[in-house]
């Protein structure tokens, strides 16, 4: 891996803990506990995981926004207590919320001059984000008066503005309709195309499924499954054979074959043999 | 600390405070300022004209100062948990914005709203005491001559004595130490907003601390010559330590008097709000950085 690529991996997390130290006299609560994982250059990670489990405080940690309790967080090898780490990220974080006075626009245009874009060149940025996401009709309304998928919009707009190289997304699509979140979804596959590193999570694990090339599945602070998704939900001891316009007699021929001759084979079912990334996520869950 | 300084983003974080407190109709106060000067200014014709100018500067830069430490608390303790609250600050920290520029970014809308507001409130307040010199100066000569005794010399006697109380440069002078103060202020109450955890203990810490160092001067005189107890004189020392001292700023009163303010004094005044600002500034940084989102 490293041997093809000399480019540091877009995220490295190494025994990431967080604790958070609760007022005098309560008991600290440990929130991600030695997680480590990578994000290699171009790809899309899914992180998944129980409401509570530690996702959304992993990604501030990655951002910055947290400061670790123990281990180390990079992004393109930059250690994320550095501001310079921050400037090829984007990052839309859950429910996002933005200067109620301001409006769609002027929005963009705070956010871009934070990222030292400036003049007609982020005007024009900010008009083309607005209407990748949907927001032109809105683009002077007042933010206090958004809605909650449009503040997602507005979330997802801000964070890819700068055109950075890395998307943290923390539920994209929450509060988000269902047209907008199939959006969302092609703009992540559009990002895989483009070489853009994307690490989201959702609660939507069917569009998780289309779009992550890997995932980790998280459990009270702890990465309990990771890996290529084909791989994740492949099962283990059963074998695909994948037939294009067989017949219904061939296929009961073949189903005869296996039972006659198939020295304890069996045929488990036809059809897609794999379990869904909601099956593993109950499974993993339920452990 | 990485000591990185983009005016540009500064600048932009400074004005979307200023646009902030703006919407928050803090500048309001404005008309209440300008309904008291006028007040003050033509409410109490019966005194004698030295009074009514006197009562006049009283009231209006009494009401300047009020005004500018109680924006200053309150506009400043309301920034950083409304953006804490509103999870605005996790949008601009994932952005390459060091904390530090934010900060000072707070602090910076704020100062230019209250310098804004000052410079608003002074020439408010010197064009109603414009007015009423004039008039008073009308009145008297309007006396003088009734009794006869409009000699030329009495007239100019007259008028430089008017002159004095009236509308002078000392007076602007002292607006400007009334800014000091409140940038004192400002940074002293972002300072504590940087660890409180609710915008009314802000708000009450910082008042307390403002008031207890308007009387920090008795505070170390009676540390440094009062014959009290350990306990007490540790508890001095370490008030006479927290506390801003106030008391530099307090010119106003001899101004009102018509002292001048001499260029020296004014000098020591702004390094010492600068030393103040610059120290609360560091202070918060520190805190700052190291505060859980
Ligand atoms: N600032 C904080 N102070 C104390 N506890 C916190 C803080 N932030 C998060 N936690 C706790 O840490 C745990 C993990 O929270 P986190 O937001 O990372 O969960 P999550 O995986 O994103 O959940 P969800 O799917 O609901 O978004 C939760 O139990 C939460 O209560
Ligand atoms: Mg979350």
Known sequence: MSAESPQPP????????????????????????????????????GLIGPNGCGKSTTMKAILGLVTPTSGRTAVFGRPSTRVE??????????NPYF??????????????????????????????????????????????GYSKGMLQRLGLAQALLHRPRLVVLDEPTAGVDPAGSRKIRDLI???????????????????????????????????????RLDELIAVENETELVLADASPELLAEIRALVESRGHGARVVRSGHPRTTLEKLFLEVADQ | MSASFSLPRIRTLAM??????????IMAFLLVFCVIVVAAGFAFPVMNPEQ???????????????????????????????????????????????????LLGKLLGVLILIGAGLVLMDIAFSGVLWLRQSLVLAQSVAALQQEGTATPEAVAQLKEFVGRQGLTWNLHLGVVAIFFKAAVVTALTLMISCFASSTLFTIIIAFLVTILGHGQG????????????????????????????????????????GETVTPGAFGFM???????????????????VEKEL
């Open chain 2, 16 to 25: 979307a405070t200023v646009t902030q407190l703006l919407r928050m109709k």
């Open chain 1, 85 to 94: 780490s921050r400037s090829e990220v984007g990052f839309l974080p859950e």
């Open chain 2, 218 to 257: 008795l505070i170390r005189d009676y540390f440094l010559t009062g014959h009290a107890g350990v306990v007490k004189k540790l508890l001095s020392a370490l008030l006479a330590v927290v506390t801003p001292d106030m008391g530099v700023f307090d010119v106003v009163d001899n101004v009102i008097n």
């Open chain 1, 10 to 45: 877009a995220v490295t997390v190494e025994n990431l803990t967080k604790v958070f130290k609760a007022g005098l006299g309560k008991a600290a609560f440990t929130a991600v506990r030695d997680l480590s994982l990578t994000v290699n250059d171009g790809e899309v990670y």
């Open chain 2, 52 to 102: 009514q100018l006197k009562l006049l500067k009283d009231v209006s830069l009494g009401a300047l100062q009020l005004f500018s430490i109680v924006i200053a608390v309150c506009a400043t303790a309301l920034l950083l948990p409304r953006d804490l609250e509103d999870r605005t600050l996790y949008t601009i920290l994932a952005k390459p914005v060091p904390r530090h520029e934010y």
């Open chain 1, 189 to 227: 596959l559009g990002f895989k195309e483009q070489g853009i590193t994307v690490l989201v999570t959702s609660h939507l694990l069917e569009q998780m499924q289309e779009v992550c090339d890997r995932v980790g599945i998280m459990a009270h602070g702890r990465m309990v499954r990771e890996g």
């Open chain 2, 270 to 288: 702004a390094a010492i709000a600068c030393t103040y600002l610059a120290g609360y500034a560091v202070v918060s940084h520190l805190l700052f």
């Open chain 1, 99 to 144: 200067y109620k006075h301001l409006n769609g626009l002027e929005t963009l245009l705070f956010y871009g001059r934070l990222c030292s874009m400036s003049g007609k060149e982020l005007k024009d940025r900010a008009r083309e984000m607005l209407a990748l996401t949907g927001l032109e009709d809105a683009a002077d309304r007042r933010v206090a």
